[in-house]
């Protein structure tokens, strides 16, 4: 492993892209070497290795030998589902700790997390729009906060960064981490040096244009807390959860885009002046897989973002 210094330009390998497969995973490595990336996130969901709440011991020796061959940053996204909130908390917990235990075998930066859904997505389909009592979304953050207290507390030298959620204009709000300052809260509740925030840039400016919150003013708030990013550009207009397909949503401007970073609207730039230089973290581009030919463009971009004026 490279020694790691501040504000280093990585991408993630997207977990759709090799849906398990180790030998795309292998050459989308490669080529990103080839591009310049000095860091990746790796997806545990995407590597297959976690299965049933266990860590896959087969398939990690497996990828610990191709990253032999490799000298980049890490960092480790955990497979989007987890959710501490979920009534099956202990398969959930389960799948978290082993994505904590390759984190750790790889010296992974940050191990990211999305923050618990009061309402998870796999239930909006099946459920009507609903709101939870305030004495229900207690109940759930603080089951998420002993959960976050004692996974991290066995895992003290990994840390996790918890995600701020998009939102969604049929069932928002779902989710705690949609809002700034309740994310703010939760991560001083759980009180742990090594639970922190991983600021997703694409998010924060859809939440902020359908909350109508000053998204740079959020970002001061918490510009102490955040350990890790995730950099992508959009145009900050929230959809329907069932619309998925990015053909039809781009001409218009909508959706959870991840585009490379100078395609939209999100202002990349005033954020990092707010975060930077006490930011040591990766920049962590976070490219839906239809744009991976496009990796050197954003990264540049962003390297421009980036230089001093």
Partial sequence: MNIIEKNIIGSKIDEVRIDGSLG?????LEQLRAMGIEAVELPAHGLDLVINGRLNLKR?????EILKEFRFAYSIHSPNPINLMDKNEALHADVLLATLEFARQIKARAVVYHAGRFIPEEEFNISSVRSLTQKERQGLLERETLLLQSISAQYPDVNIAIENARSYL??????????????????EA?????????????????????????????VESIRHLVIHTHIHDNFGASVYHWEKQQTHQLPFGKGDSHMPVGWGSVPIKPILDILL????????????SRYFDAIPESKQNLAMLLAPV
């Fill in 24 to 28: 795309r995973f292998t050459r989308d």
């Fill in 60 to 64: 990690q020796a497996a990828v610990l």
């Fill in 170 to 187: 049929s069932q928002s709000p779902y989710c705690y981490g949609e809002f700034i300052d309740q994310l703010k809260d939760q991560v």
């Fill in 190 to 218: 759980v009180n742990k040096e090594n639970v922190k925030i991983n600021l997703d840039f694409g998010h924060l400016f859809m939440t902020s244009c359908f909350h109508g919150y000053d998204l740079l003013a959020a």
């Fill in 277 to 288: 230089p006490g930011y040591k973290g990766l920049l962590m581009m976070e490219l839906r």
